[in-house]
């Protein structure tokens, strides 16, 4: 399966990336362009949809990482919302789901006090 990034507008502000297929060593820096895409453009708080995300090595958690890092250096965050089955697993297993205040439901961190 291919992996796509797409950009969705979001209500209150904030970015969304809706992320598709498998995200891996060969992906990843497509992700991360697009992260520093937003970043360069002002966009400090970037929320990932990883409900149709059916892979991620641990190359795509570090980009996760490293976009949270970028963010929080703005006064912003990255959260991750939407990931099921295998993806859903690793980020449990790895303790991001905490570190990235994973959500299940796809849920805007803006609407409650994310920091």
Do not use: K
């Not at 497509?30 to 990883?50: F, K, M, P, S």
């Amino acid at each position: 399966m291919t992996f796509s990034v797409s950009y969705v507008e979001r209500d209150g502000g904030g970015a969304c990336l809706r992320l598709a297929g498998e995200l891996d060593m060969s992906t990843s820096p497509e992700l991360t362009a697009a992260i520093d895409r937003l970043t360069a453009a002002g966009e400090c708080r970037v929320l990932l949809d990883l409900t149709d995300l059916t892979f991620c090595d641990s190359t795509g958690m570090a980009v996760f990482v490293r976009g949270d890092n970028q963010a929080a250096a703005d006064g912003g965050w990255l959260r991750l919302v939407g990931a099921n089955g295998r993806v859903e697993r690793v980020l449990r297993m790895t303790g991001l789901a905490d570190v990235l205040s994973y959500e299940p439901e796809s849920v805007d961190p803006a609407s409650r006090s994310a920091s």
